[in-house]
């Protein structure tokens, strides 16, 4: 551990976004190191201050996306940069906590009368993957790849699902809940600009319908066929597929061919 390294990490340190082992080892370089505690110190200080002292606005859903995609459209460096401001290594991959307050574009989705529009699993899907492109969401801790799905499977007791995909540069992992039922989402960048969203929840849950579920349509297409996949307005692609005793749900803005040869693809 040397100065430089610390330098790099302690943005991430300070919003507790690396995982314990590595936050104590470099805790442990600032104990010994007077010159990157001072930095440490004045960091953490600094946020305190923004914290306390600044009151966060809400603006309209249009105006927030239209920053967002005009901030995401510059330049060339990859997501995770332009949405954290870091470099990562391919290998590494994050583990985020979903932080979902803003609007929607709207979107079409296929309606089922009897379910509230926010427990369809549909909309729930597109909703957050539209918070993963907007960039609404905080990586909680960096880790690897196998970390992320220990991680997620930890919590959940259905199997997670983190498929190997051909050219993907970075995964990432969050784990949340939608009225106590619990939800893990996979997120892929491929290559500079592709995204897939993969929400994941309890099959037997899902088909039931109780807290989250699905339009009949849907649901009459899984049960005969294993899949459902539209192409939606809006430019997304939705594919529902039963894996173990898990519902996955990918979104993309890939055509459907594209999206199902990267989801069935076994390296
Ligand atoms: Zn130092």
Not at 12 to 34: F, G, M, Q, S, Y
Not at 161 to 185: E, Q, T
Not at 210 to 224: F, R, T, V
Request: net charge negative.
């Amino acid at each position: 551990m040397n100065c430089n390294e610390f330098n790099e990490c302690v943005c991430e340190i300070v919003d507790k976004r690396l995982n314990e082992e590595r936050t104590n080892e470099l805790l442990r370089h600032a104990d010994v190191c007077p010159h990157c505690k001072y930095e440490f110190q004045t960091m953490q200080a600094t946020k305190n201050i923004v914290h306390t002292k600044m009151k966060r606005q809400s603006v309209p859903a249009d105006v927030y996306y239209s920053i967002i995609n005009a901030t995401l459209n510059s330049g060339h460096s990859s997501w995770f940069k332009k949405l954290f401001g870091v470099n990562l290594n391919p290998a590494i991959a994050f583990v985020f906590l979903a932080v979902v307050g803003v609007g929607l574009y709207s979107v079409f989705v296929p309606q089922n009368n009897r379910m509230p529009e926010e427990a369809n699993i549909i909309s729930q899907s597109l909703k957050n993957y539209q918070a993963v492109i907007g960039g609404s969401i905080k990586p909680q801790l960096v880790s690897t790849e196998d970390d992320v799905h220990s991680f997620l499977e930890k919590d959940v007791s259905f199997e997670v699902n983190v498929p190997k995909m051909k050219g993907c540069s970075s995964c990432a992992g969050v784990l949340n809940s939608f009225k106590g039922v619990k939800l893990a989402h996979v997120v892929y960048q491929l290559g500079d600009k592709s995204i897939i969203y993969i929400y994941q929840a309890d099959l037997a849950e899902a088909m039931s319908g109780n807290i989250i579920g699905l339009p009949d349509e849907a649901k009459e297409e899984l049960i005969k066929t294993d899949w459902y996949v539209r192409e939606l307005e809006g430019n997304r692609t939705i594919v529902l597929w039963k894996y173990k005793n898990t519902l996955c749900s990918a979104v993309s803005e890939m055509k459907k061919d594209e999206m199902i040869a990267l989801l069935t693809d076994k390296e």
